[in-house]
């Protein structure tokens, strides 16, 4: 059965950093894009960053770019997700998610069927 477990979530200060790790297992996934999405409260999900199974190719939404940084390692079936410069408005839960099909890069969630529980990171003005 496929898990992902992350961690590294927490409270912080404007302007602090944070690195989320999510960790899979039951499975390799060194052929599928990994990344993270996020939900505020009232607001809808979205993506954040996305990773290429390579780790080749990333992508940021424009709201964090120049402050976040997604990493994989395949050999641990592990993604990471570095935060920097953390601003209030980027406070959320944050999931990790893993691409349905391999060799497919997407943003769009429905892409992504597997997905951790949650991590909960809020940033202190």
């Known amino acids: 059965q496929v898990q992902l477990v992350e961690s590294g979530g927490g409270l912080v200060q404007a302007g602090g950093s944070l690195r989320l790790s999510c960790a899979a297992s039951?499975?390799?996934?060194?052929?599928?894009?990994m990344g993270w999405f996020r939900q505020a409260p009232g607001k809808e999900r979205e993506c954040v960053a996305i990773?290429?199974?390579?780790?080749?190719?990333?992508y940021y939404a424009d709201s964090v770019k120049g402050r976040v940084t997604i990493s994989r390692d395949n050999a641990k079936n592990t993604v990471y997700l570095q935060l920097n410069n953390l601003k209030p408005e980027d406070t959320a839960t944050y999931y990790c998610?893993?691409?349905?099909?391999?060799?497919?890069?997407?943003?769009?969630?429905?892409?992504?069927?597997?997905w951790g529980q949650g991590t909960q990171v809020t940033v202190s003005s």
């Open positions: 998610a893993i691409a349905r099909r391999s060799w497919r890069f997407s943003t769009t969630e429905n892409e992504y069927g597997y």
């Open positions: 039951g499975r390799t996934f060194s052929t599928y894009a």
């Open positions: 990773i290429s199974d390579g780790g080749g190719f990333t």
